[in-house]
């Protein structure tokens, strides 16, 4: 298959005109992820990974193109949610990969500007824990952050530091000059960011993880920002529900068999 560049995707756009998730349209507007085609041109399908997301769109391929493309999702997406179109790529999933896919759930929560209350969200900021300060994410704290694997992905999605600072933005919580939690963009697209939350083993059930993510959509209010949070487990659920969204529902998607795995 062909890697689209980040300059090159206007191609997909018609495949996926009618999916406004954060990550599919960051994606295709050449902010993050990167994009496969079978050719260069007009195609009939794409994948697209960003981070721990797969999405698979358009007409599934038959024959050869079909192995093209499982060998593509083996190497780029092997660890990735996969996000089928519809039901077509359902069954193509299922019959391609004989028995090495499984379902896992997620859940969807609804975002609105009417449900956040400013003072709420300040007030979960000021309570943190003597000791801790919450920090925007500057160019330093960006690398401290792709250091360790429990935070990488606060800022993996993007190019570099000058990139996340143009299209991204988050909050840290700071021990001294330990980073031990925080909320930040996991992608972004035109109005839209989606929002990827950490906390270190030894700092949890501390609200720092609440705090951070106060600062954060705080932010996106002030700037008309569009805060997308789709939640991987109840206790995100929780979280999200404090700080005001409101849950929608739980729904399922793919997820290779590790090779060890029964």
Wanted: hydrophobic share 35%; with cysteine; charged share 30%.
């Amino acid at each position: 298959m062909v890697e689209l560049g980040r300059m090159k995707r206007q191609t997909i756009e018609e495949l996926c005109k009618e999916n406004n998730e954060v990550l599919v349209r960051g994606a295709v507007d050449g902010i993050i992820g990167r994009v496969w085609v079978p050719q260069l041109g007009n195609s009939s399908y794409c994948l697209i990974v960003v981070g721990d997301f797969a999405y698979l769109m358009g007409l599934p391929p038959k024959g050869e193109r079909a192995l093209d493309l499982k060998t593509q999702i083996y190497q780029s997406a092997p660890r990735a949610y996969i996000y089928p179109q519809n039901g077509r790529w359902e069954d193509w999933l299922e019959e391609e990969f004989m028995g090495q896919t499984r379902l896992v759930s997620r859940y969807a929560l609804r975002k609105d500007e009417h449900h956040f209350d400013s003072g709420l969200l300040k007030q979960y900021i000021e309570s943190v824990p003597k000791g801790i300060r919450i920090k925007r994410i500057d160019d330093r704290l960006y690398h401290q952050a792709l250091k360790e694997e429990w935070s990488r992905d606060l800022c993996a999605n993007f190019e570099d530091e000058k990139h996340f600072q143009e299209k991204g933005f988050g909050y840290v919580a700071l021990k001294g000059r330990e980073l031990v939690a925080g909320c930040s963009a996991y992608g972004a697209s035109e109005g839209m960011m989606e929002i990827e939350v950490d906390t270190r083993k030894d700092f949890r059930r501390q609200g720092l993880a609440l705090a951070c993510s106060a600062a954060f959509l705080l932010e996106c209010l002030e700037k008309g920002i569009i805060p997308n949070w789709d939640a991987v487990n109840l206790q995100s659920v929780g979280l999200a529900e404090k700080l005001g969204y409101v849950y929608d529902r739980e729904y399922q998607v793919y997820q290779l068999r590790e090779l060890d795995e029964e």
